[in-house]
């Protein structure tokens, strides 16, 4: 009988691979090598999604979708006029409270002015807790602030996105609102105040923003010599509008009162306001001639008080020496 002659398993690394050997999976767990078209296609398919992605992230950037982090002084505060003349402590230390305790929860918006420098446009409380929190602490996480990055076609644009976050958030004054109308169009973000006024609280009533106008008039014509302005209440600026546009040479005696007085207080400079609607004279001590140009003197029980805007810094050097070499 003839023997049989034993058959080895084919080697795989030398048996060739042809379409008539390949099933779905392949022969013995062997894939066929991609064509080179199939290369091409994932290539080009693979390199159109990361565009996609680098330009739909260009576009959430350019659009304020998108926070970015800066450090706190790349961001110029005085990009615009700011619409708050003043912030209570009060409210600055619960801020800085809260963002110590819990970090920074909404992000401040600015403008882009040039390689790693943004315009602020809104967020000014925030920013000043965290340049609080960050001098205090000199901790890290304080460095820097979130942005959401904006785009506005112009200044008008940016003053509106400003009013409009601290319509929502704060509680501005009739005189604050009269500032920044007045500030912007003077910028010429607008063709005058009235304009101003108009375009950033178009969303309020007409009966505030008739208001606004008012309060303007007090601005124009007292900016200068209000040293708690803010803290006019709405009746009383009201009233002070229309004397301001009606009577002949209150605006002047109004003015040359509330620089000799250099009021220390909302109320001493709400009462001479008053005193002045009322026809009333200024304090005492006011009506007296300046001893210097821009100061009074005030003669009591072993004290004298200098007032008035010429006291400053200066003024208190010279008295010091003159007093030295007396």
């Not at 979708?65 to 110029?76: C, G, S």
């Not at 992000?107 to 809104?122: F, K, M, T």
């Not at 124009?220 to 006019?232: E, N, Q, S, T, Y």
Request: proline fraction near 5%; include cysteine; glycine fraction near 8%.
């Amino acid at each position: 009988m003839a023997k049989r002659k034993r058959l080895s398993p084919p080697d795989p690394a030398q048996t060739p691979v042809t379409g008539s050997h390949m099933g779905a999976g392949g022969m013995m767990g062997m894939r066929r090598p991609p064509a080179p078209i199939a290369d091409m296609a994932g290539a080009a398919s693979a390199t159109a999604a990361l565009e996609d992605l680098a330009q739909e992230m260009q576009d959430a950037r350019a659009q304020g979708r998108m926070i970015i982090r800066v450090l706190l002084d790349q961001v110029a505060e005085d990009y615009l006029v700011r619409d708050r003349t003043a912030m209570d402590a009060g409210e600055l230390q619960a801020l800085v409270t809260s963002l110590e305790a819990r970090g920074q929860q909404a992000p401040i918006e600015v403008v882009l002015l040039g390689p790693d420098r943004y315009g602020l446009i809104s967020g000014w409380r925030r920013l000043t807790a965290l340049k609080q929190l960050r001098d205090s602490t000199g901790e890290d996480r304080f460095a820097r602030v979130a942005c959401l990055l904006r785009t506005p076609e112009a200044a008008a644009g940016a003053y509106v996105a400003m009013v409009e976050e601290n319509e929502i958030r704060a509680d501005l004054s009739f005189y604050e609102r009269a500032h920044i109308a007045a500030r912007a169009a003077e910028q010429g973000a607008f063709d005058n105040a009235r304009d101003a006024v108009k375009a950033l609280f178009a969303a309020v009533s007409p009966s505030k923003r008739s208001k606004i106008h008012s309060f303007g008039v007090v601005f124009a014509h007292l900016d200068d010599v209000l040293r708690f302005a803010r803290d006019i209440p709405e009746h009383l600026g009201l009233r002070l509008a229309k004397a301001l546009e009606t009577e002949d040479g209150f605006a002047a005696r109004l003015s040359a009162d509330l620089r000799r007085s250099a009021a220390q207080s909302a109320a001493e400079e709400r009462q001479l306001l008053e005193a002045a609607l009322s026809g009333g004279r200024a304090p005492a001590e006011a009506a007296q001639p300046p001893v210097a140009p821009g100061v009074w003197l005030k003669a009591g029980k072993g004290r004298l008080t200098l007032s008035g805007a010429g006291v400053d810094a200066a003024l208190q050097e010279d008295l010091r020496a003159w007093l030295a070499a007396r």
